[in-house]
């Protein structure tokens, strides 16, 4: 048990207990209670570093003031000033001497290559008055959409003379372009002059599929090296199963995609493409060109077939008619629908009539068909016409007017980007458009409108279709083709194998 006179706390300030100091005493002899034992006695008694946040004004707060004044005036009358220290002058050398060991210095790269990249200069060397240029560079470059061969060289630096003498030699054999993203193999060489281009001294490229083209400067003159490529023309058929999709069925069976397309957009003419269900059977034979060089170019689909587990079989031939080509039936029959069911991918949004307008406030005739559809979808043309009007057009922003002719003619407003011109002839399904919020509009969608006689009429209340029936040579033709078609072998492994044989002296003869 301890008794309170063993403790002894102050108010206002925190002090060492006087218990201690006693217990200390009586663990020590007396012969030991010197000077050292007060010292430490007095250590146990004096708090020296109180908290100056606490018991301001007593005498224990001004003790811990008074110390921490003191310190920190011993610190400052012992700091060494902010005088700068004496030392040796900057440079003590040579600029000559100073460059030469700089260069063999770690210094901050702000200088480049002028220190730390290189060995400085000594007499011995000469500056040279200009600097040589390379003999020749070689650049790759490449034809960019809508561009021309003529403006990727001009871009690439060769001159406006070789350029025109180059148009003069192979024009005749890259009449119809050369196809955007062809590489550009390109050398100059040695100019006479600085204020003179470079001399075009070699270009190869890839005029067409079955061409290569070589240009080389021989006796200061270009000349034109022709490489026929070997090329197969066989279309290309592709047969498979439904499975969960036709898309990714028809992809792993190694279809394009622009066949795959166009073939949905073929048998979505005929069937729901969601009745198409797993277990049926697709055909599809589209134009391929396959030179030995590997390169392959996918052409038009030639041929669409389904056969389903449950319905009517489906074979569907394009033929060309007259100055038409269209898709016509095993039997020869064809369809041209004048009007498409949507001129965009998407669901309509508004009807054709009385409404409130979403942005003026009041009531009026909404005199045509929205459909809601992405930003930049592309807009189709619903049938063959000519495009009388492509512009600003008030209201309806960036609109297009296509005249179908007995009358009938169709508007599409609130475009983004207009892509057909006045007085250019679009064939059904060509896109004139994409989808926009130009005008008075809320938000992207299309605006579709029909008019009959001026007058404007619900587009969803029209709908002609014409027929045409081969006969005579052309439906001989026409099942001739369609039964050469059919017997083409399905896959890719017969074709390669042929051009495999012929890769070997297809290219350089």
Same mark, same amino acid.
């Given at each position: 048990?301890?008794?309170?006179?063993?403790?002894?706390?102050?108010? &206002?300030?925190?002090?060492?207990?006087?218990?201690?100091?006693?217990?200390?005493?009586?663990?020590?002899?007396? =012969?030991?209670?010197?000077?050292?034992?007060? *010292?430490?006695?007095?250590?146990?008694?004096?708090?020296?570093?109180?908290?100056?946040?606490?018991?301001?004004? /007593?005498?224990?707060?001004?003790?811990?003031?008074?110390?921490?004044?003191?310190?920190?005036?011993?610190?400052? !009358?012992?700091?060494?000033?902010?005088?700068?220290?004496?030392?040796?002058?900057?440079?003590?050398?040579?600029?000559?001497?100073?460059?030469?060991?700089?260069?063999?210095?770690?210094?901050?790269?702000?200088? &480049?290559?002028?220190?730390?990249?290189?060995?400085?200069?000594?007499?011995?060397?000469?500056?040279?008055?200009?600097?040589?240029?390379?003999?020749?560079?070689?650049?790759?470059?490449?034809?960019?959409?809508?561009?021309?061969?003529?403006?990727?060289?001009?871009?690439?630096?060769?001159?406006?003379?070789?350029?025109?003498?180059?148009?003069?030699?192979?024009?005749?054999?890259?009449?119809?372009?050369?196809?955007?993203?062809?590489?550009?193999?390109?050398?100059?060489?040695?100019?006479? /002059?600085?204020?003179?281009?470079?001399?075009?001294?070699?270009?190869?490229?890839?005029?067409?599929?079955?061409?290569?083209?070589?240009?080389?400067?021989?006796?200061?003159?270009?000349?034109?090296?022709?490489?026929?490529?070997?090329?197969?023309?066989?279309?290309?058929?592709?047969?498979?199963?439904?499975?969960?999709?036709?898309?990714?069925?028809?992809?792993?069976?190694?279809?394009?995609?622009?066949?795959?397309?166009?073939?949905?957009?073929?048998?979505?003419?005929?069937?729901?493409?969601? /009745?198409?269900?797993?277990?049926?059977?697709?055909?599809?034979?589209?134009?391929?060109?396959?030179?030995?060089?590997?390169?392959?170019?996918?052409?038009?689909? *030639?041929?669409?077939?389904?056969?389903?587990?449950?319905?009517?079989?489906?074979?569907?031939?394009?033929?060309?008619?007259?100055?038409?080509?269209?898709?016509?039936?095993?039997?020869?029959?064809?369809?041209?629908?004048?009007?498409?069911?949507?001129?965009?991918?998407?669901?309509?949004?508004? &009807?054709?009539?009385?409404?409130?307008?979403?942005?003026?406030?009041?009531?009026?005739?909404?005199?045509?068909?929205?459909?809601?559809?992405?930003?930049?979808?592309?807009?189709?043309?619903?049938?063959?016409?000519?495009? !009388?009007?492509?512009?600003?057009?008030?209201?309806?922003?960036?609109?297009?007017?296509?005249?179908?002719?007995?009358?009938?003619?169709?508007?599409?407003?609130?475009?983004?980007?207009?892509?057909?011109?006045?007085?250019?002839?679009?064939?059904?399904?060509?896109?004139?458009?994409?989808?926009?919020?130009?005008?008075?509009?809320?938000?992207?969608? *299309?605006?579709?409108?029909?008019?009959?006689?001026?007058?404007?009429?619900?587009?969803?209340?029209?709908?002609?279709?014409?027929?045409?029936?081969?006969?005579?040579?052309?439906?001989?033709?026409?099942?001739? =083709?369609?039964?050469?078609?059919?017997?083409?072998?399905?896959?890719?492994?017969?074709?390669?194998?042929?051009?495999?044989?012929?890769?070997?002296?297809?290219?350089?003869?």
């Amino acid at each position: 048990m301890f008794h309170e006179s063993q403790f002894d706390v102050q108010q &206002g300030g925190a002090t060492a207990s006087l218990w201690m100091a006693d217990s200390l005493r009586r663990d020590v002899p007396a =012969r030991k209670r010197d000077w050292r034992f007060r *010292l430490e006695n007095w250590a146990l008694n004096v708090d020296l570093v109180p908290d100056l946040g606490q018991n301001v004004g /007593s005498l224990t707060w001004f003790r811990g003031f008074f110390t921490c004044f003191g310190l920190c005036a011993a610190a400052l !009358s012992l700091s060494p000033g902010f005088h700068p220290l004496p030392g040796a002058p900057a440079r003590l050398m040579s600029d000559a001497q100073y460059d030469e060991v700089r260069s063999q210095m770690i210094t901050p790269l702000a200088l &480049g290559a002028d220190s730390g990249r290189r060995m400085g200069s000594t007499d011995a060397v000469e500056p040279l008055r200009e600097t040589p240029e390379r003999p020749q560079i070689e650049l790759s470059a490449q034809i960019g959409s809508s561009d021309s061969l003529g403006r990727a060289l001009s871009r690439a630096g060769v001159s406006g003379d070789d350029i025109a003498t180059i148009n003069a030699l192979v024009g005749g054999d890259i009449a119809a372009g050369v196809r955007p993203g062809t590489p550009l193999d390109i050398i100059l060489g040695r100019r006479t /002059s600085r204020d003179r281009p470079r001399p075009l001294d070699r270009l190869a490229f890839r005029a067409r599929l079955d061409l290569g083209l070589e240009l080389n400067r021989v006796g200061g003159a270009l000349q034109v090296k022709r490489t026929a490529i070997r090329v197969d023309s066989t279309p290309l058929r592709i047969q498979g199963v439904v499975g969960d999709s036709i898309y990714r069925s028809a992809r792993a069976a190694g279809a394009p995609p622009k066949a795959i397309q166009a073939f949905l957009r073929v048998i979505a003419q005929q069937v729901d493409l969601g /009745s198409i269900g797993a277990g049926d059977r697709y055909d599809i034979v589209t134009g391929y060109r396959r030179a030995a060089t590997g390169d392959v170019e996918v052409g038009e689909l *030639l041929y669409a077939g389904l056969r389903r587990l449950r319905g009517k079989a489906i074979d569907m031939l394009k033929w060309t008619s007259g100055d038409h080509s269209e898709w016509y039936e095993a039997s020869g029959v064809g369809e041209r629908r004048g009007v498409l069911s949507a001129p965009v991918a998407g669901h309509i949004s508004s &009807g054709f009539g009385i409404r409130r307008h979403p942005i003026l406030g009041y009531t009026r005739m909404h005199a045509g068909v929205d459909f809601a559809a992405r930003y930049g979808s592309p807009i189709y043309a619903v049938t063959d016409g000519v495009v !009388s009007f492509a512009g600003r057009h008030g209201g309806h922003g960036n609109y297009v007017r296509l005249e179908h002719g007995g009358g009938i003619a169709t508007g599409y407003a609130h475009m983004s980007r207009i892509a057909a011109m006045p007085g250019e002839h679009v064939r059904r399904g060509q896109v004139i458009g994409y989808v926009g919020s130009t005008g008075l509009s809320t938000g992207p969608h *299309l605006h579709y409108e029909m008019y009959r006689g001026g007058q404007t009429i619900n587009p969803l209340s029209v709908t002609f279709t014409s027929t045409a029936q081969l006969a005579g040579h052309d439906l001989i033709a026409f099942r001739a =083709r369609l039964a050469e078609l059919k017997g083409l072998p399905a896959g890719l492994q017969e074709r390669r194998a042929k051009l495999a044989a012929a890769a070997s002296v297809a290219v350089g003869q």
